[in-house]
C-alpha cells in the first residue's frame, strides 16, 4: 500500500537550534516528492520537488534531501517565522497522470521559540 | 496569497443537509483540484478536473461530487451530511494536468471550514 510517514509528529526548537525532518514512503516508481509548508487555517504552500535520490534542494534556511526510501527535511538555524506544520507528499502509483493526486503525510509541526 | 479563491469560508449545517462550496483558480490555470483535510485522515485528494472535464479520483465518496464550468471555476457538492465530513475542504489549481514528469507546482486556496452539527 502506498503510504508516507513522517516523524517527529511535533518538534519544538530553540531559536537557532538546528534540526531535520523525517519523511518516509512507500511507492513503487517515484515520480516526485513534495514539500509544502502549512501556516494555521491556510492552505498549504509549496516548498520543493524532488525527483531522484540524491537531489538535493534549497530555500534560505530549509534543505531537502532525498534518498530511496525517504526525505528529509533539513532546517538550519530557524527562526520563529519557520513555525508551521511541514508536509510531504507523494504521487501514489496509480496517480493517472494528475499531478494534484498525492498522498501526504500527517505533518511535522514545528514551533521555534524565540 | 496563492490567487485562488475559495468561498465560504466557514460554514455550519446541519446533519442530512447538502452544501456547495466553491472555488475560483488562478487565473490562466486549467486544472482544479479538491481536498479534504481533517484530523484523523490528515490532507486527502479527492478529484481533479481539467478544463471542464474530470481528470483523476481520489477517495472521494459518492455523496459528495463536483464539477467545473466554463469559466473554470469549480464547485464541490457534499450531501447527506454526516458529523465525520466535518473538515477544512481545500481548492487548488494549477496550469496543466501533470504527465510522465511532475513538474508544475500545485497552488492552494485558504480553504472552506465546514462544521457539521
Known amino acids: 500500500e502506498d503510504q508516507v510517514t513522517q516523524s517527529p509528529e511535533a518538534l519544538r526548537l530553540q531559536e537557532g537550534e538546528s534540526s531535520s525532518l523525517n519523511c518516509s514512503y512507500t511507492?513503487?516508481?517515484?515520480?516526485?516528492l513534495f514539500w509544502y509548508r502549512q501556516d494555521p487555517g491556510k492552505g498549504p504552500e509549496f516548498l520543493f520537488t524532488l525527483y531522484s535520490a540524491g537531489e538535493e534542494k534549497e530555500k534560505e534556511r530549509l534543505k531537502a534531501t532525498l534518498t530511496k526510501k525517504e526525505s528529509f527535511l533539513h532546517i538550519t538555524a530557524p527562526k520563529p517565522e519557520d513555525s508551521a506544520t511541514y508536509l510531504c507528499?507523494?504521487?501514489?502509483?496509480?496517480?493517472?497522470?494528475?499531478?494534484?493526486?498525492?498522498?501526504f503525510g500527517k505533518g511535522t509541526k514545528l514551533s521555534v521559540k524565540p | 496569497d496563492s490567487g485562488v479563491t475559495q468561498t465560504p469560508k466557514h460554514l455550519i449545517t446541519a446533519t442530512g443537509q447538502r452544501v456547495t462550496l466553491r472555488c475560483s483558480p488562478r487565473s490562466g490555470d486549467l486544472s482544479v483540484y479538491w481536498y479534504q483535510q481533517s484530523l484523523d485522515q490528515g490532507l486527502q485528494f479527492l478529484i481533479q478536473y481539467y478544463n471542464g472535464e474530470e481528470r483523476a479520483k481520489g477517495n472521494i465518496l459518492e455523496r459528495f461530487s463536483a464539477q467545473q464550468f466554463p469559466d473554470l471555476h469549480s464547485e464541490l457538492n457534499l450531501s447527506s451530511l454526516e458529523l465525520g465530513d466535518s473538515a477544512l475542504y481545500f481548492c487548488?489549481?494549477?496550469?496543466?494536468?501533470?504527465?510522465?514528469?511532475?513538474?508544475?507546482?500545485?497552488?492552494f486556496g485558504e480553504g472552506s471550514w465546514l462544521t457539521v452539527v
Open positions: 511507492v513503487s516508481g517515484l515520480r516526485g
Open positions: 487548488a489549481s494549477s496550469v496543466d494536468p501533470g504527465g510522465r514528469k511532475i513538474g508544475n507546482t500545485i497552488y
Open positions: 507528499a507523494v504521487p501514489p502509483m496509480n496517480y493517472g497522470g494528475s499531478q494534484g493526486n498525492l498522498i
